[in-house]
């Protein structure tokens, strides 16, 4: 069982395999990035409403949120989804390279600033829809959350796999 468990970590062929260490690295840079992200709207940066579904979890806890303005909301919702990304995209970088890919096709400097500038694209997508998904329907910060973070699995994946890493 070791050694099947040995095996599968340090697989970096098989496509199959590939794709399920990515979807397991991805759900850990993907618990990171929530915890900063709500932490952040609830505590640092006030980006939630009555209506949230975190707010929801929280008041099982007797935990209130600052409500504030709509557009104090979009522009905190901005600093708190730039705050995560960053530490997220780090954990993405590190797992991806110790599990799911081959590096080495660049330097490990320039296929950093590649793996970021990848990220970037696929935040500020995210970003904007989610931002535009408050703006123009009021949607929730959570919901919001949740279509930046599909948009951005999606290009990040097809990204990593195709230029920056070895396939």
Not at 132 to 161: H, Q
Request: aromatic share 20%; proline share 2%.
């Amino acid at each position: 069982m070791k050694k099947n468990i040995s095996a599968f970590l340090t697989d970096k062929e098989n496509p199959f395999v590939q794709f399920i260490k990515y979807g397991l690295c991805g759900g850990a840079a993907t618990a990171v990035d929530m915890t900063f992200f709500f932490l952040f709207a609830w505590l640092v940066f006030p980006a939630l409403t009555d209506s949230d579904p975190f707010t929801k979890l929280l008041s099982v806890f007797h935990l209130d949120i600052r409500t504030v303005s709509e557009s104090v909301r979009l522009r905190n919702y901005w600093i708190d989804k730039t705050v995560c990304f960053l530490f997220s995209n780090f954990t993405a970088y590190i797992l991806n390279v110790l599990f799911v890919f081959k590096a080495g096709k660049h330097k490990r400097h320039h296929e950093l600033m590649l793996f970021y500038a990848v990220s970037l694209v696929s935040f500020f997508i995210g970003t904007f829809t989610g931002a535009w998904l408050i703006e123009a329907f009021g949607l929730d910060t959570t919901y919001s959350y949740i279509a930046a973070m599909l948009s951005a699995l999606l290009i990040n994946y097809a990204g990593r796999k195709f230029f920056i890493f070895h396939g």
